[in-house]
């Protein structure tokens, strides 16, 4: 797959801008279910442009998580330093995803909670922790020199509805 990133300026590219590039079909939903759970949860792009994460968690069979994953092609990140997430979340805790290679095993993360407003969100690339299925792994956090997937995931041990709306996630 090949996806465009846009050019912001010297030092931001826009990885994706939901009001402006409505085209979601380079996102893929994984939920618990690949694992016999029973969460379920959908993405789309709602009247106002903005892209809409939202399902429910259940505990069934094991489960308990659903994810959004985007993968585009090889992103150079030398001299920038953090993602931006402009969103509105629900209140719930997230997990914002990375990985330099999209075939490898584990992925880095950072947690956010979010408040019910719009909020952009600041993670510092080198504070991205690697993680396999839950439980933080022995590696170095984050340091690589590009970037092949983004995603979030919700998986807070607890059965819950979530919604967040995504208008864009920025690298600077």
């Not at 402006?20 to 029973?38: A, E, Q, Y």
């Not at 585009?72 to 990985?99: A, E, P, V």
Request: hydrophobic fraction near 35%; aromatic fraction near 14%.
């Amino acid at each position: 797959m090949f996806f465009t990133v846009m050019i912001v300026s010297m030092n931001s590219y826009i990885i994706f801008d939901f009001p402006n590039n409505s085209d979601i079909l380079g996102w893929t939903i994984v939920d618990d279910n690949v694992m016999g759970g029973k969460s379920f949860s959908t993405l789309k792009v709602n009247s106002e442009g903005f892209g809409v994460f939202e399902g429910r968690i259940s505990l069934k069979n094991n489960g308990g998580f659903s994810s959004l994953r985007y993968r585009f092609k090889r992103l150079s990140i030398i001299k920038r330093t953090k993602i931006i997430i402009k969103l509105r979340g629900d209140g719930n805790k997230y997990q914002f995803r990375i990985k330099s290679n999209s075939s490898d095993y584990y992925t880095y993360i950072s947690n956010f909670v979010t408040s019910g407003d719009w909020q952009e969100i600041v993670i510092p690339l080198e504070d991205m922790y690697p993680s396999y299925r839950g439980r933080k792994i022995d590696k170095p956090h984050f340091s690589n020199e590009y970037i092949e997937e983004i995603g979030f995931l919700i998986g807070n041990e607890k059965e819950e509805h979530f919604k967040l709306l995504i208008e864009k996630i920025v690298l600077e």
